[in-house]
């Protein structure tokens, strides 16, 4: 069990019901151990929690907020081991669907952990991702969609560990050609890109009217690396793109992911943590120009825990988004916090 990162907040409106669609569950424990000490952020942040797997995330969930359910995401986790390698992927989807199950059992609770399942596949293979995208459905009938990640930049220390990703994947035809698999299954997609590349993604939901895809922390706004010092050079451009995305109604997005180092928040691995309070502060300008153009029943908060431990533990980072939310209805509050992320991934409360 990892330890908290800081000292515990009263929790604010402990009652709101909360869907939390974005966490993962890993165990890094021997991979970490084996490597160098970590230079890039994300690295940092990972190592506070090496193991997170269904205990630890049930600490989260239970530490004082009223998560009903949550929604996995995939991270490489638990793949199979044997086999072709497309379908390798595959073995995330089990072993979600195996916290799921213990979840369902009711033994640790009403609260339904990984009630969605979002796993991977390689959609350059065309139409031959089909084949693989069923495995997936097979392996749960909680499976709701992929993720295939597509963050890149010419500046490699932006990403660290994670630039390996090539440029402009959610362009090429092949990738395109799988895509078109996705919604006659009745299958999602998130999109994790960084902020610079948030016109593929548009491109990308303009010729897919028909599939719905989720746009994953905010389009990831960058401080860090070369973008050093320009997050407010880069808010107006950031800006623009959430508004020309949110013109395509099947397009929605998650409030979340700016508690990790790419956003540049001087927040990130500070000591003594910082309040839910300041970090509401700094998130605040991003989230309420989603909400603005999107509507709240198109976004939804999210966790992304455990990258997001970087800079809070779980009770805060939902202080923080309950103290943004303040200014809205109890139904653009229900939206925000449980009803968007029901209505995309299909989770019944």
Same mark, same amino acid.
């Given at each position: 069990?990892?330890e908290?990162?800081?000292?515990?907040?009263?929790?604010?409106?402990?009652? @709101?019901?909360?869907?939390?669609?974005?966490h993962? #569950?890993?165990?890094?424990?021997?991979?970490?151990?084996?490597?160098?000490?970590?230079?890039?952020?994300?690295?940092?942040?990972?190592? &506070?929690?090496?193991?997170? @797997?269904?205990?630890?995330l #049930?600490?989260?969930?239970?530490?004082?907020h009223?998560?009903?359910?949550?929604?996995f995401?995939?991270?490489?986790?638990?793949?199979?081991?044997t086999?072709?390698?497309?379908?390798?992927?595959?073995?995330?989807?089990e072993?979600?669907n195996?916290?799921? +199950?213990?979840?369902a059992?009711?033994?640790?609770g009403?609260?339904?952990a990984?009630?969605?399942?979002?796993?991977?596949?390689?959609l350059?293979?065309?139409?031959?991702?089909?084949?693989?995208?069923?495995?997936h459905m097979?392996?749960?009938?909680?499976?709701?969609?992929?993720?295939?990640?597509?963050?890149?930049?010419?500046?490699p220390?932006?990403?660290?560990? #994670? +630039?390996?990703?090539?440029?402009? @994947?959610? &362009?090429?035809d092949d990738?395109?050609?799988?895509f078109?698999?996705?919604?006659?299954?009745g299958l999602?997609?998130?999109?994790?890109?960084?902020?610079p590349? #948030?016109p593929?993604?548009?491109d990308l939901?303009?010729?897919?009217?028909e599939?719905?895809i989720?746009?994953?922390?905010?389009g990831v706004?960058?401080?860090?690396?070369?973008?050093?010092g320009?997050?407010?050079?880069?808010?107006?451009?950031?800006r623009?793109?959430?508004r020309?995305?949110?013109?395509?109604?099947?397009?929605?997005?998650?409030?979340?992911?700016?508690?990790?180092?790419?956003s540049?928040?001087?927040?990130?691995?500070?000591?003594?943590?910082?309040?839910s309070? !300041?970090?509401?502060? !700094?998130? !605040?300008?991003?989230?309420?120009?989603?909400?603005?153009? =999107?509507?709240?029943?198109?976004c939804?908060?999210?966790?992304n =825990?455990?990258?997001d431990i970087?800079?809070?533990?779980?009770?805060?980072?939902?202080?923080?988004?309950?103290?943004?939310?303040?200014?809205?209805?109890?139904?653009?509050?229900?939206?925000l916090?449980?009803?968007? +992320?029901?209505n995309?991934?299909?989770?019944?409360l």
């Amino acid at each position: 069990m990892r330890e908290a990162t800081g000292p515990r907040e009263v929790i604010l409106e402990p009652e @709101l019901p909360i869907v939390d669609p974005h966490h993962h #569950l890993w165990d890094l424990s021997a991979a970490l151990a084996a490597m160098p000490p970590p230079t890039h952020g994300f690295s940092q942040a990972v190592r &506070r929690a090496p193991r997170y @797997l269904f205990d630890e995330l #049930l600490a989260d969930i239970k530490s004082g907020h009223n998560v009903r359910a949550t929604v996995f995401i995939e991270c490489h986790s638990m793949y199979r081991s044997t086999g072709p390698d497309e379908f390798k992927p595959v073995g995330e989807t089990e072993f979600a669907n195996g916290v799921a +199950a213990m979840s369902a059992s009711g033994t640790y609770g009403d609260v339904r952990a990984c009630a969605g399942i979002v796993g991977t596949a390689d959609l350059r293979q065309g139409a031959r991702a089909a084949d693989v995208l069923e495995a997936h459905m097979a392996a749960s009938t909680r499976f709701r969609g992929i993720r295939q990640s597509a963050p890149h930049d010419p500046d490699p220390d932006v990403l660290g560990p #994670l +630039a390996r990703f090539e440029s402009g @994947l959610y &362009r090429r035809d092949d990738f395109r050609e799988g895509f078109a698999r996705l919604a006659p299954l009745g299958l999602s997609f998130d999109a994790f890109v960084l902020e610079p590349q #948030l016109p593929d993604v548009i491109d990308l939901a303009r010729a897919f009217p028909e599939t719905s895809i989720v746009l994953d922390h905010v389009g990831v706004p960058l401080g860090l690396a070369s973008y050093a010092g320009r997050r407010e050079e880069r808010l107006p451009i950031w800006r623009d793109n959430i508004r020309e995305l949110a013109k395509s109604p099947n397009v929605f997005v998650k409030l979340g992911g700016m508690a990790n180092v790419f956003s540049g928040f001087p927040s990130f691995m500070s000591d003594p943590p910082t309040p839910s309070s !300041q970090l509401a502060a !700094q998130w !605040q300008p991003y989230f309420e120009t989603c909400i603005d153009a =999107f509507g709240p029943a198109r976004c939804m908060f999210e966790s992304n =825990f455990p990258v997001d431990i970087g800079s809070c533990d779980y009770d805060v980072l939902w202080n923080a988004f309950k103290r943004i939310a303040a200014r809205y209805t109890a139904d653009e509050k229900t939206s925000l916090f449980s009803g968007a +992320a029901s209505n995309f991934y299909r989770v019944t409360l």
